[in-house]
């Protein structure tokens, strides 16, 4: 397949992108990038996803596919000759897209609240839900994994991709929070894990480094402080 004929609108620090990018790396897709501005976007982005205007969207012989589960599902029904990334069997495939929702819908807006928030006694109250929720995704991989290396199994599958997009930011979190949610006495599995997901060849490169995403956390923050500070 030739390069043009695939091409992902994306930044660097999404992690709904970066999933799209593991899967493409992943089914050993060449694609182009092209990166968008979130405050500046393009008018291909605008014209491709005029519903949510926003990435990742996928555009395949220039047809485009937007929301990143759905890319991913899409990569996995079109390039079959690669690693399958959902599931064969029918129940581990639900299994998979239950966690995923959870992940997307529960887990990870708390991370963000916790990124946000003020007040020591509202960021415990998150983490605490942060923790809870962690052990809930430390029992998943243990009956995912069927004590193999990845929820996946053997290789990463649908929902390595989907929480480990969320590394990057769990970790500058971590850091601007002064705290460690992921760890080896409470999620013994989830960090072994994330350590072998993250030195994946598929991975390598494409979560953004903590640093950066730490400082882009402090210039979001500061901008949004300016904007509801009193004219």
């Known amino acids: 397949m030739a390069k ?3 091409k992902l609108l994306g930044a660097w620090p ?3 992108v970066n999933r799209v990018q593991i899967a493409l790396n992943l089914k050993s897709v060449d694609y182009e990038f092209q990166e968008e501005k ?13 519903v949510h205007k926003k990435v990742p969207v996928l555009i395949h012989n220039d047809k485009p596919i937007c929301e990143s589960l759905i890319i991913v599902q899409y990569l996995d ?41 003020e007040g020591e006694e509202a960021k415990a109250e998150i983490s605490k839900k942060l923790k809870e929720g962690l052990v809930l995704l430390e029992e998943a991989f243990i009956k995912c994994s069927k004590g193999k290396g990845f ?30 949610l992921v760890g080896e006495l409470v999620t013994p599995g989830l960090a072994a894990w994330a350590e072998r997901f993250c030195s994946h060849e598929a991975v390598k490169g494409v979560i953004p480094e903590t640093d950066r995403l730490v400082e882009l956390a402090k210039i979001i923050q500061a901008r949004l402080k300016a904007q509801s500070a009193p004219k």
């Open 77 to 117: 029904e079109v390039w079959t000759s690669g690693p399958s990334i959902l599931p064969s069997d029918p129940y581990d495939r639900a299994t998979a897209r239950f966690w995923a929702a959870y992940v997307d819908d529960k887990w990870f807006p708390l991370l963000k609240e916790l990124r946000t928030t």
């Open 151 to 180: 929820f996946g199994g053997e290789r990463i599958g649908y929902l390595d991709i989907v929480f480990g997009s969320f590394l990057g930011w769990l970790k500058a979190v971590e850091k601007i929070a002064g705290l460690k």
């Open 4 to 6: 043009s004929d695939v």
């Open 14 to 16: 999404s992690p709904f």
């Open 38 to 50: 979130f405050d500046n976007k393009s008018e291909l982005l605008l014209k491709s996803n005029p």
